[in-house]
C-alpha cells in the first residue's frame, strides 16, 4: 500500500510541475487538510492525536489510483512508516503553497489551473486553515511557523485576488497582535504575513493591483498608527531581550517602506502610508539609540530611499509609467521629512553616527584568525549621511524663496557635513578643493554619486537665480564662486572630479545614459545646459585644475626642484596662477606621475597657433578608439576597424609631421638641459591658460602655449560621446531619442572651439 506521505510526494511533484490532476476533487483536499493541536506541536508530535486530517463533512479518498488504503489514519503516530509528523505537516504547507504559486502564474495549463483553484477554494471554506495556520505562529518550531506563514500569506493573497472575503479571526489576530507593542514572536510573523502580502500584490502581473490593495489595507490603515507610535515609544535600553524588538523594528521597516512604495506607485492615499511623514522624528531618533550597527545602517538607508522617491523600486521597476502626474501631497510630506532630517543634523545627528563598526562582506565580519582586518569607516553610512543633508537641503531651497536664508543653512549643513566626513577621508581634502569630498565619498556607488550631483546641481541652479537678479559687482559674483566652493557645491568642479575619475573615459558616460539605473541623463542634461551659460567660470576652474595638477606633478618628481631652479635663479617667484610656467619647464618627469590616462607626451607641448591648426583640419591627439555599436554581422565588425586603422595611421602620421614642427618651434637647443619627448607612461597635463611662460629662453615671453588641459579633455570626450551615440543611433540600438542631448554636446564644443581662436 502506498503510504500517506508517499501520496502527497507524488501530489507534490504533479503539482511541481503543473500537470492536470485526474482525481476527485475532495479525494486532495483530504490529504492536504493539516491536522494538528492548538499546543505546541514539537511536544504532541509523538503524543496521542486528537485531530484527524479530514474534517466535518469530507469524505475519505475512495481513489485507488490516488490511495490504495481504504480507510484514512486518524492521527499521525499510527502511521509511523509515513515517516515523521513534522515532514508529512511541512510537506502539505509546501504543496499548498507551490499549488496556489501555479494558480497565480500564467504559464500553468488552463484546466490545470482551474483544478487547482476549485481545490484550494474547498480548503478554504471547508477545514478553516487560516486559523489553524495562524495558531502556529506560536509554536517553537521555527521552521514550522515561518512555513505556515508563508502559506497563509499566499493564501489570503488567493482570496483577495479572487475576491473572497478575509477571514475575520485572521483579522482580528493582526488588530490585537498590533494594537500594542510586546515582545511575543506572534507580532512578528504578523508583520511578516502582511508584508508578504503586500509583495505578492507588486509582483502580480493583473491590472487590479490598486483595488486589491486597497481592499486589504482597509481593516488595517487605523491599526498601523497605533503600533508606530508604541513600537518608536519604546526605551530600547531598557529591554532585557533585545533582539525581540530590533526583529519588530526591522519587520516593520520592511512594511513601511512597503506602504510608503504602494502610495508612490500605485497612488493610494491611506493614513497609514504617511505615517513616516507625519511623525518623522520616532524612526530619526532610532539611528540615536544604542542599538547594533546594521539597525541603523538600515534606518538610515531607509530615510535615503524615502527622500529620492525610490522606496519599493526592486518590486516597481519593471511596471512604473514612465510619466506620472505631480503629487502634491507627497511633495509637501518629503519637506516635512527634510525638515525633520535638517532639525536632526543641527541638534547633533552625525556626532552620535559611529562609521567605524566591522565592515559588511559577504563572507561575513568576522577576520579568519592569523589575518588583519583592514580598517576603515563603514562607507555605507558615510554615503547615506551625506545624501541625507544634500537632497534635504535641496528639497528645502525648492520651497525657500530667501537668498540669505538659503546661504545661512547651506554654509550651516555643508560644514556640519564637511566636519563629519573629513576625518574618514584619506588623504584629506585640501582647502583649495572642498568640492572633491562628493565624488570621494561615492566612488564605489554610481546611483548615489549621480544623485549626490544632481542634488548639488539642483541647489547650485537655485541659489544662482536667486542671485543673479542682486549681483552687479565683480566682488559679489566673486565673494559668491567662493562660498561655492567653500562649501563643497560648484557643479563645474563636481561634474570635473567626476569625469578624473573615469579617467575622462567616454564609455563610461555611454554606460551611464543608457542605464536605467542611474539618473545620469537628467543630471547631464541639466549640467550641459549650465555650461553653455557659464562656459567662463568653467574654463578658469579648469586653468585652476591644471595648476594644481602642475603643481602636484612637481611635487612629486624629484627632478623637477634641480630644473625649477635652474630656470628660476634669475626670475621671479611666480603666482599660483602662473605656475603653469614651472610645470611646463619640467614636464619630462610628469610622465612618473600615476594618473588614468593613456595619451602620449608629445601632445604636452602645442602653440596655440598649431593647435587651433589641427582642430580646424579636423586632427586630435591619437587614441585608442573602441568600437561601440554591436554589428549585424562580422562584415561591418571587419569593415569598421579596418576604416579605423587607415583613419588611426592617417591621423598619426599627420600628427607626427605637426610635431615636429611644434618642437622647432618651441626650441632647438638638443644639447642643452631640456624637456625629452619621449612617450611617457601617462598622459599630458592639461594646459590652458593667458599666463605667459617660457620653455626655452629663445621663446618670446608673451607667446602663448596652449596644451592639451582640463578643457581639452573634457570636450574630447564629449566629442568621443557624441560620436559613439551617433553610430548607436544609427543604427537604432540606442534606448532613446538622443537629438536633443547630440545639440547640446555639439554646441559646447562650438563654444570651445570659439574660446581658443579668442586667446
Same mark, same amino acid.
Not at 502582511?194 to 509582483?203: G, N, Q, R, V, W
Given at each position: 500500500?502506498?503510504?500517506?506521505?508517499?501520496?502527497?510526494?507524488?501530489?507534490?511533484? $504533479?503539482?511541481?510541475?503543473?500537470?492536470?490532476?485526474?482525481?476527485?476533487?475532495?479525494?486532495?483536499?483530504?490529504? /492536504?487538510?493539516?491536522?494538528?493541536?492548538?499546543?505546541?506541536?514539537?511536544?504532541?508530535?509523538?503524543?496521542?492525536?486528537?485531530?484527524?486530517?479530514?474534517?466535518?463533512?469530507? #469524505?475519505?479518498?475512495?481513489?485507488?489510483?490516488?490511495?490504495?488504503? *481504504?480507510?484514512?489514519?486518524?492521527?499521525?503516530?499510527?502511521?509511523?512508516?509515513?515517516?515523521?509528523?513534522?515532514?508529512?505537516?511541512? /510537506?502539505?504547507?509546501?504543496?499548498?503553497?507551490?499549488?496556489?504559486?501555479?494558480?497565480?502564474?500564467?504559464?500553468?495549463?488552463?484546466?490545470?489551473?482551474?483544478?487547482? #483553484?476549485?481545490?484550494?477554494?474547498?480548503?478554504? %471554506?471547508?477545514?478553516?486553515?487560516?486559523?489553524?495556520? !495562524?495558531?502556529?505562529?506560536?509554536? *517553537?518550531?521555527?521552521?514550522?511557523?515561518?512555513?505556515?506563514?508563508?502559506?497563509?500569506?499566499?493564501?489570503?493573497?488567493?482570496?483577495?485576488?479572487? %475576491?473572497?472575503?478575509?477571514?475575520?479571526?485572521?483579522?482580528?489576530?493582526?488588530?490585537?497582535?498590533?494594537?500594542?507593542?510586546?515582545?511575543?514572536?506572534?507580532?512578528?510573523?504578523?508583520?511578516?504575513?502582511? !508584508?508578504?502580502?503586500?509583495?505578492?500584490?507588486?509582483?502580480?502581473?493583473?491590472?487590479?493591483?490598486?483595488?486589491?490593495?486597497?481592499?486589504?489595507?482597509?481593516?488595517?490603515?487605523?491599526?498601523?498608527?497605533?503600533?508606530?507610535?508604541?513600537?518608536?515609544?519604546?526605551?530600547?535600553?531598557?529591554?532585557?531581550?533585545?533582539?525581540?524588538?530590533?526583529?519588530?523594528?526591522?519587520?516593520?521597516?520592511?512594511? /513601511?517602506?512597503?506602504?510608503?512604495?504602494?502610495?508612490?506607485?500605485?497612488?493610494?492615499?491611506?493614513?497609514?502610508?504617511?505615517?513616516?511623514?507625519?511623525?518623522?522624528?520616532?524612526?530619526?531618533?532610532?539611528?540615536?539609540?544604542?542599538?547594533?550597527?546594521?539597525?541603523?545602517?538600515?534606518?538610515?538607508?531607509?530615510? $535615503?530611499?524615502?527622500?529620492?522617491?525610490?522606496?519599493?523600486?526592486?518590486?516597481?521597476?519593471?511596471?512604473?509609467?514612465?510619466?506620472?502626474?505631480?503629487?502634491?501631497?507627497?511633495?509637501?510630506?518629503?519637506?516635512?521629512?527634510?525638515?525633520?532630517?535638517?532639525?536632526?543634523?543641527?541638534?547633533?545627528?552625525?556626532?552620535?553616527?559611529?562609521?567605524?563598526?566591522?565592515?559588511?562582506?559577504?563572507?561575513?565580519?568576522?577576520?579568519?584568525?592569523?589575518?588583519?582586518?583592514?580598517?576603515?569607516?563603514?562607507?555605507?553610512?558615510? #554615503?547615506?549621511?551625506?545624501?541625507?543633508?544634500?537632497?534635504?537641503?535641496?528639497? $528645502?531651497?525648492?520651497?525657500?524663496?530667501?537668498?540669505?536664508?538659503?546661504?545661512?543653512?547651506?554654509?550651516?549643513?555643508?560644514?556640519?557635513?564637511?566636519?563629519?566626513?573629513?576625518?574618514?577621508? $584619506?588623504?584629506?581634502?585640501?582647502?583649495?578643493?572642498?568640492?572633491?569630498?562628493?565624488?570621494?565619498?561615492?566612488?564605489?556607488?554610481?546611483?548615489?554619486?549621480?544623485?549626490?550631483?544632481?542634488?548639488?546641481?539642483?541647489?547650485?541652479?537655485?541659489? !544662482?537665480?536667486?542671485?543673479?537678479?542682486?549681483?552687479?559687482?565683480?566682488?559679489?559674483?566673486?565673494?559668491?564662486?567662493?562660498?561655492?566652493?567653500?562649501?563643497?557645491?560648484?557643479?563645474?568642479?563636481?561634474?570635473?572630479?567626476?569625469?578624473?575619475?573615469?579617467?575622462?573615459?567616454?564609455?563610461?558616460?555611454?554606460?551611464?545614459?543608457?542605464?536605467?539605473? !542611474?539618473?545620469?541623463?537628467?543630471?547631464?542634461?541639466?549640467?550641459?545646459?549650465?555650461?553653455?551659460?557659464?562656459?567662463?567660470?568653467?574654463?578658469?576652474?579648469?586653468?585652476?585644475?591644471?595648476?594644481?595638477?602642475?603643481?602636484?606633478?612637481?611635487?612629486?618628481?624629484?627632478?623637477?626642484?634641480?630644473?625649477?631652479?635652474?630656470? *628660476?635663479?634669475?626670475?621671479?617667484?611666480?603666482?599660483?596662477?602662473?605656475?603653469?610656467?614651472?610645470?611646463?619647464?619640467?614636464?619630462?618627469?610628469?610622465?612618473?606621475?600615476?594618473?588614468?590616462?593613456?595619451?602620449?607626451?608629445?601632445?604636452?607641448?602645442?602653440?596655440?597657433?598649431?593647435?587651433?591648426?589641427?582642430?580646424?583640419?579636423?586632427?586630435?591627439?591619437?587614441?585608442?578608439?573602441?568600437?561601440?555599436?554591436?554589428?549585424?554581422?562580422?562584415?561591418?565588425?571587419?569593415?569598421?576597424?579596418?576604416?579605423?586603422?587607415?583613419?588611426?595611421?592617417?591621423?598619426?602620421?599627420?600628427?607626427?609631421?605637426?610635431?615636429?614642427?611644434?618642437?622647432?618651434?618651441?626650441?632647438?637647443? #638638443?644639447?642643452?638641459?631640456?624637456?625629452?619627448?619621449?612617450?611617457?607612461?601617462?598622459?599630458?597635463?592639461?594646459?590652458?591658460?593667458?599666463?605667459?611662460?617660457?620653455?626655452?629662453?629663445?621663446?618670446?615671453?608673451?607667446?602663448?602655449?596652449?596644451?592639451?588641459?582640463?578643457?581639452?579633455?573634457?570636450?574630447?570626450?564629449?566629442?568621443?560621446?557624441?560620436?559613439?551615440?551617433?553610430?548607436?543611433?544609427?543604427?537604432?540600438?540606442?534606448?532613446?531619442?538622443?537629438?536633443?542631448?547630440?545639440?547640446?554636446?555639439?554646441?559646447? %564644443?562650438?563654444?570651445?572651439?570659439?574660446?581658443?581662436?579668442?586667446?
Amino acid at each position: 500500500m502506498k503510504s500517506f506521505f508517499e501520496v502527497l510526494e507524488h501530489l507534490y511533484k $504533479k503539482v511541481l510541475l503543473g500537470a492536470t490532476l485526474e482525481n476527485d476533487i475532495h479525494d486532495y483536499i483530504f490529504y /492536504l487538510n493539516p491536522a494538528f493541536s492548538d499546543q505546541d506541536y514539537s511536544t504532541t508530535a509523538s503524543s496521542e492525536c486528537s485531530h484527524t486530517f479530514g474534517v466535518q463533512g469530507t #469524505r475519505e479518498p475512495s481513489s485507488v489510483s490516488l490511495a490504495t488504503i *481504504s480507510g484514512a489514519p486518524v492521527c499521525l503516530k499510527r502511521h509511523s512508516e509515513m515517516g515523521s509528523a513534522r515532514e508529512i505537516l511541512l /510537506l502539505q504547507l509546501t504543496v499548498i503553497r507551490v499549488m496556489v504559486t501555479r494558480i497565480l502564474s500564467v504559464k500553468t495549463e488552463f484546466h490545470a489551473r482551474e483544478k487547482y #483553484r476549485e481545490i484550494i477554494k474547498i480548503l478554504l %471554506k471547508s477545514s478553516d486553515i487560516d486559523s489553524k495556520l !495562524t495558531c502556529m505562529f506560536q509554536n *517553537s518550531d521555527k521552521l514550522l511557523s515561518h512555513m505556515a506563514a508563508k502559506c497563509l500569506a499566499l493564501l489570503l493573497y488567493f482570496q483577495l485576488r479572487e %475576491k473572497i472575503t478575509l477571514s475575520n479571526s485572521w483579522i482580528s489576530f493582526c488588530q490585537k497582535n498590533l494594537s500594542e507593542y510586546s515582545e511575543s514572536d506572534k507580532v512578528v510573523y504578523c508583520l511578516w504575513t502582511l !508584508t508578504a502580502i503586500i509583495k505578492e500584490i507588486f509582483k502580480d502581473t493583473c491590472s487590479q493591483k490598486t483595488e486589491i490593495l486597497k481592499q486589504f489595507l482597509t481593516p488595517f490603515h487605523t491599526i498601523f498608527e497605533v503600533f508606530y507610535n508604541s513600537l518608536f515609544s519604546q526605551h530600547f535600553e531598557n529591554h532585557q531581550d533585545t533582539s525581540k524588538i530590533v526583529n519588530s523594528l526591522i519587520c516593520f521597516l520592511e512594511l /513601511l517602506e512597503l506602504l510608503i512604495a504602494s502610495r508612490i506607485h500605485l497612488k493610494l492615499h491611506f493614513t497609514c502610508q504617511r505615517i513616516l511623514f507625519l511623525k518623522p522624528s520616532y524612526v530619526l531618533d532610532v539611528i540615536t539609540w544604542p542599538v547594533q550597527a546594521f539597525v541603523k545602517r538600515k534606518f538610515i538607508v531607509f530615510i $535615503k530611499k524615502c527622500l529620492l522617491r525610490k522606496v519599493g523600486e526592486d518590486l516597481c521597476q519593471e511596471w512604473v509609467p514612465a510619466s506620472v502626474l505631480p503629487d502634491h501631497h507627497l511633495h509637501v510630506d518629503l519637506l516635512a521629512l527634510a525638515d525633520a532630517v535638517l532639525q536632526a543634523v543641527d541638534l547633533g545627528l552625525l556626532r552620535t553616527l559611529s562609521v567605524h563598526g566591522k565592515p559588511s562582506c559577504f563572507g561575513g565580519d568576522e577576520v579568519q584568525p592569523g589575518s588583519e582586518r583592514v580598517p576603515g569607516p563603514d562607507h555605507v553610512i558615510l #554615503r547615506a549621511a551625506s545624501l541625507l543633508i544634500i537632497k534635504s537641503l535641496e528639497i $528645502k531651497f525648492q520651497n525657500c524663496a530667501s537668498a540669505n536664508e538659503m546661504k545661512v543653512d547651506l554654509q550651516r549643513f555643508m560644514s556640519e557635513l564637511l566636519t563629519f566626513l573629513k576625518p574618514h577621508l $584619506k588623504p584629506s581634502l585640501q582647502s583649495h578643493s572642498q568640492c572633491e569630498w562628493l565624488s570621494r565619498v561615492f566612488i564605489e556607488q554610481d546611483d548615489d554619486m549621480l544623485e549626490a550631483a544632481k542634488a548639488s546641481l539642483g541647489i547650485y541652479l537655485k541659489l !544662482t537665480r536667486e542671485h543673479e537678479a542682486t549681483e552687479s559687482l565683480t566682488q559679489e559674483k566673486e565673494m559668491w564662486n567662493h562660498h561655492t566652493h567653500e562649501n563643497g557645491y560648484n557643479p563645474h568642479c563636481i561634474f570635473l572630479f567626476l569625469l578624473k575619475n573615469i579617467g575622462f573615459d567616454s564609455t563610461v558616460l555611454l554606460d551611464f545614459l543608457i542605464s536605467s539605473e !542611474t539618473c545620469f541623463l537628467e543630471y547631464f542634461v541639466r549640467y550641459l545646459k549650465l555650461l553653455q551659460k557659464d562656459w567662463d567660470n568653467f574654463f578658469t576652474i579648469c586653468k585652476n585644475f591644471d595648476v594644481t595638477e602642475s603643481k602636484d606633478s612637481v611635487n612629486i618628481c624629484g627632478c623637477i626642484f634641480s630644473l625649477v631652479q635652474d630656470r *628660476s635663479s634669475n626670475q621671479t617667484e611666480p603666482s599660483p596662477l602662473a605656475a603653469l610656467g614651472s610645470h611646463r619647464n619640467a614636464h619630462a618627469c610628469i610622465s612618473w606621475v600615476s594618473h588614468a590616462s593613456s595619451e602620449p607626451l608629445d601632445q604636452v607641448v602645442m602653440s596655440e597657433e598649431t593647435h587651433v591648426t589641427l582642430q580646424a583640419n579636423g586632427l586630435s591627439p591619437p587614441r585608442a578608439s573602441q568600437s561601440l555599436v554591436d554589428y549585424d554581422s562580422s562584415d561591418d565588425s571587419e569593415v569598421e576597424s579596418t576604416d579605423q586603422r587607415l583613419s588611426s595611421s592617417k591621423t598619426t602620421s599627420l600628427h607626427q609631421e605637426a610635431m615636429k614642427k611644434i618642437q622647432d618651434t618651441v626650441g632647438t637647443s #638638443r644639447d642643452k638641459k631640456e624637456i625629452s619627448l619621449e612617450p611617457p607612461s601617462r598622459p599630458l597635463v592639461p594646459r590652458e591658460s593667458n599666463t605667459p611662460f617660457s620653455v626655452d629662453c629663445d621663446i618670446a615671453p608673451n607667446k602663448i602655449v596652449s596644451g592639451v588641459g582640463i578643457s581639452y579633455r573634457t570636450v574630447k570626450c564629449f566629442e568621443e560621446l557624441q560620436g559613439a551615440i551617433y553610430r548607436l543611433q544609427k543604427k537604432n540600438l540606442f534606448p532613446y531619442n538622443p537629438t536633443a542631448l547630440l545639440k547640446l554636446l555639439k554646441h559646447i %564644443k562650438a563654444i570651445y572651439n570659439k574660446s581658443m581662436n579668442h586667446l
